[in-house]
Nanobody
């Protein structure tokens, strides 16, 4: 059974930083392109970033480019998202996500496509002074 377990969320002030982690199990983590998506209250899913199986290719949504950094450690079956320069529009539930099939290309997902990804239970990020 595929399991994605996110952690690292919390309350941070505007301009602050957080590092999210996602532990994958039940599948060959190193064979899957991985993504981060988020859902703010009352809004749809927003794809944020994707990383290739080996980590050499990354892509970001314009809303987080230059502020968030995606990375992975295949030896630890773990995906990361470094969140820097957090803004008041960043609060959301953050999820790691992947497609059901291995070796997919890194791509930008629209809201509908993001909703079709497998994802974990999420970790909440709150930004407030």
């Amino acid at each position: 059974e595929v399991q994605l377990l996110e952690s690292g969320g919390g309350l941070v002030q505007p301009g602050g930083s957080l590092r999210l982690s996602c532990l994958g199990s039940g599948f060959t983590f190193s064979s899957y392109t991985m993504n981060w998506v988020r859902q703010a209250p009352g809004k749809g899913l927003e794809w944020l970033a994707g990383i290739s199986v080996g980590g050499s290719t990354v892509m970001y949504a314009d809303s987080v480019k230059g502020r968030f950094t995606i990375s992975r450690d295949n030896a630890k079956n773990t995906l990361y998202l470094q969140l820097d320069a957090l803004k008041t529009e960043d609060p959301a539930m953050y999820y790691c996500a992947n497609e059901a099939a291995a070796y997919q290309v890194v791509k930008i997902y629209n809201e509908y496509e993001a909703g079709r990804l497998q994802r974990g239970q999420g970790t909440r990020v709150t930004v407030s002074s």
